[in-house]
Every structure is written in structure tokens, then in C-alpha cells.
């Protein structure tokens, strides 16, 4: 078997067509370019992120644009307690690519104990930036294994790769996602 982390090219567009494909953070930027390139591939989408308004909106251009079918899930990564009902929005599908997408930062760069808030800043940047990446995963692995097929695609930041002044939580988390 082939590592799942990086399939051939042409794997991707050969999933099933009952596949759903799966982006966390796509109601903006990366998260919902993605979405919107797989989609335009005719591939399902499963949009989450936290405003089911957004996601509302990003579902319905998704559908008149591309003409594939759309699921959302409107969670916020910040809380633990949201992988069951991840779990419960994913059942009957399997996933083809997870696309780990979902982050936050600082609003501001800032010297680390001048971060306001900086115990929740802390707490919600490791779920956001690296316990999402880990749940996410162990959701949606277990499937791509037993069928032999499937992609995972983890975004992070060029922070991760050198650490950033004024932002050391955030490229430690992203360190970690490299």
C-alpha cells in the first residue's frame, strides 16, 4: 500500500463517485478555494466551520456553481467537545480527502506575556492549530485505510518553519502541523 499522505496525482480524481471530500475552515480563503476546487472536479464537499450562516452561503454558491452536492457542519474548534458531532455529520459518507485546514492567530503580534487573555489565547490556539489536526485525522483515517484510498492534506504557515517574533504560539502550533 501507498502512504496515504501522499497519493499519486490521479488517485484524487479517481475516487468513487460516492466519495465526499472534507475541508475544515471553509467558509473563507484557503479552506474555501479548496472546497471550491474540488467541487469544480464534480467531487461532494463537507463544508465546515463555525457560522452556519457562512456556511449556508459557501454551500449554496458551491451547489449553483458546480453542480455537486454539499454537506455543512457548523462547529467551532476552539471547544473539544465537538468531534461527536462531526462524527454524527459524517456518517454514510466516506471521506476521499480531508483537507486539515482550520487555524487561528494572534490579532495582533505581540511580546507572549502581553498576549491579553493569554490562557485562553493558549488553550484555543492548540485546539484550533493542532488538536483539530489530530481528531480530524483519527476520524477519517480508519475508512481511507480499510479502503486503501483517500488523501489527507494538512495546511499550516511558513511561521512553522522558522519561529516567528512576536507570535510564539502560533508557530509552535504550526510547527507541530509540519
Known sequence: ???LSRP???SVTRCPPWFAHFVTGSTDGIGKSYAEELAKHGMKVV????????LDQVSSEIKEKFKVETRTIAVDFASEDIYD????GLSGLEI??????VGMSYEYPEYFLDVPDLDNVIKKMI???ILSV??????VLPGMVE???GAILNISSGSGMLPVPLLTIYSATKTFVD
Not at 463544508?47 to 457562512?54: E, G, N, P, T, V
Not at 489530530?134 to 476520524?139: G, I, P, S
Open 8 to 10: 499519486a496525482a490521479s
Open 1 to 3: 500500500m501507498e502512504p
Open 147 to 149: 479502503r486503501s484510498k
Open 85 to 88: 458531532k462531526i462524527k454524527t
Open 47 to 54: 463544508l465546515i466551520s463555525r457560522s452556519q450562516d457562512k
Open 127 to 129: 485546539n484550533i492549530n
Open 96 to 101: 476521499g480527502i480531508l483537507v486539515n485546514n
Open 134 to 139: 489530530c481528531k480530524m485525522t483519527q476520524l
